[in-house]
């Protein structure tokens, strides 16, 4: 009896140091456990951290790839508005000797007469110009050559006009039906190498370029056909009177004849 009581008490103390041994390695596990999951956790939160600088380095990037392709841009743009510039202002050089010239030709009002308004056109140019274009324009500012479709609206009132085809070098005059006296004048007209130009109501000359180009202005104005207007009618001059040198040649003449017609009629005498 005595022995198999010393046996249970063996087992049980074996149990108990079995169980208190299971419970250590349950504790230890949970712990290392825990320590596991917060290093995991600590990783995590590192990799989600190194993933969100990433993707702002990322985004930052794209931000300034981004921003320097819209400079990139900007300077083409600018290049390209600096290009066109530099070829207006050579253009504009090449064409300041005819610009000059075409500045010679110039038409103002000298009376308002019949209802018509009287022009004296004065073209120092250097050269016949053709397809001279005098318009009288109601405006209170400077015309320009882009504003002057805005004053003669398609469908509108139709401009009062003085055209020809040829004008020679010198004064020429001329005449505008309808228009009232202090009307704005501009004109437009080709020069003799065929380039037409404008001529505003301050004294500027702009460039209008090729017939084709005057052609289209005409229809933007609605004066799609031009009609010659008539020179004023020169009257015939007086007859002259004669000078007071050819009177003294007729007087001489005419005492000639007298003195030989007195000898004629004296030698008749003495021959009778």
Known sequence: MMKEKNWLTWLTVLALVVGFAAMGASVWLSAQAAKQTQRNSQLAGQLYQASRTKSQEASNIKKRLDKLASDNSSLKKKNSRLAKENQALKQANQDLPAASAAAGLNVWETEEKGGKLQLKIDNQTGQAVSDLLVLAVAANGRITLNSLPSYFPVGGVKPHYFYRKKVAIGGTEGSLTGAYAGSDMVCLFADASGVYWFKGN???????????????????????????????????????????????????????????????????KKAE
């Open 202 to 268: 301050r004294g500027q000359i702009e460039k209008i370029g090729s017939q084709a180009h005057f052609k289209k202005l005409l229809r933007q104005i609605s004066l799609n056909k031009l009609e010659e207007s008539p020179l004023p009618v020169k009257k015939s001059p007086l007859p002259v009177k004669k000078m007071k040198t050819e009177k003294k040649k007729t007087s001489k003449k005419k005492k000639r004849r007298k003195r030989a017609r007195r000898k004629q009629e004296e030698k008749k």
